[in-house]
């Protein structure tokens, strides 16, 4: 599958917007990604830099012949630039979140970004949403995750096969209140997905058993339990993520983690995605 992935990214050689605060750690990572995805030739990045002008950072990056951006608000330039199609795609890279999520949805009118991110477990491709701690906190989202999953799964070639997951085993039922509210949840999830025509089985809090079983989309409770999901795997765990891709949008855009030791993969995902 990642061959697949990074065969799209050569195919399309998409121009990518990617995010760059030359002040912060990261920079680097991020400026070093950009320049591997050009000479691969799985992107042709942008960067869009935070008022920078004279990094040499920046001054290395141009030395390979590739373009920058250096902008007042890097993050509302990213954002204008997906826009007007100036750029196929965009990664938020190393950018705060705080100006450029909002930016976002006021632009392209959408209430969140239905962000969902690939994970790379044991060399399968597997879905994790909701991951933004402010989405999927009604049933309506977390199935409308789950359509958004399975149309991303049959662009990239994975086999669909949804878990829901809930905040206990499903015999826990009367252990806690909490815990019995949760299980209730997830049952009225698992109807209103078969409703919407859409199949899935309830794993409870067992996503090792979703995943062993063949799971390739784990849809989590809410986005704060799928960001803590997410973190314990890929911040914590070390598994490859391929950034999370921003579903409800009708332009290209991979969320990123400042955390990353690379940005490399959501170039990838980014320029595959946009062909």
Same mark, same amino acid.
């Given at each position: 599958m990642t061959s697949e992935l990074y065969a799209l990214a050569l195919r399309h050689n998409a121009k990518v917007a990617l995010g760059l605060d030359p002040a912060l750690p990261s920079a680097e990572r991020v400026v070093n990604s950009a320049i591997f995805a050009s000479r691969e030739k799985y992107a042709r990045p942008v960067l869009v830099s935070q008022g920078r002008a004279g990094s040499q950072l920046l001054a290395d990056y141009v030395a390979e012949g590739n373009p920058v951006v250096i902008a007042e608000v890097a993050s509302r330039a990213l954002v204008e630039m997906l826009r007007e199609g100036i750029v196929d795609a965009a990664v938020r890279g190393n950018?705060?979140? *705080?100006?450029?999520?909002? &930016?976002? *949805?006021? $632009?392209?009118?959408?209430?969140?970004?239905?962000?969902? $991110?690939?994970?790379?477990? @044991?060399?399968?491709? +597997?879905?994790? @949403?909701?991951?933004? +701690? =402010?989405?999927? =906190?009604?049933?309506?989202?977390? +199935? &409308?995750?789950?359509?958004?999953?399975?149309?991303? @799964?049959? $662009?990239? #070639? +994975?086999?669909? *096969?949804? @878990?829901?997951?809930? #905040?206990?085993?499903?015999?826990?039922r009367g252990r806690s209140v909490r815990v019995d509210k949760m299980l209730d949840r997830s049952d009225a999830l698992a109807e209103g997905l078969k409703q919407a025509g859409i199949e899935a089985n309830d794993y409870g809090i067992e996503l090792e058993r979703a995943i062993d079983e063949g799971a390739t989309m784990l849809l989590a409770p809410d986005g704060v339990i799928g960001n803590i999901i997410f973190r314990s795997l890929v911040l914590v765990g070390n598994i490859d993520s391929f950034g999370a891709y921003a579903a409800s949008l009708p332009k290209v855009y991979v969320d990123t983690s400042r955390a990353k030791g690379s940005y490399l993969l959501p170039i990838v995902l980014a320029s595959a995605l946009a062909g």
């Open positions: 950018l705060s979140s *705080k100006v450029l999520v909002p &930016a976002l *949805k006021y $632009t392209f009118g959408r209430r969140n970004l239905q962000r969902i $991110t690939i994970l790379d477990i @044991a060399n399968r491709k +597997i879905m994790l @949403a909701p991951v933004g +701690i =402010e989405e999927g =906190e009604e049933k309506r989202d977390l +199935i &409308a995750f789950a359509s958004h999953g399975r149309a991303l @799964a049959q $662009t990239l #070639g +994975i086999p669909f *096969k949804l @878990a829901v997951l809930s #905040g206990g085993r499903l015999e826990d």
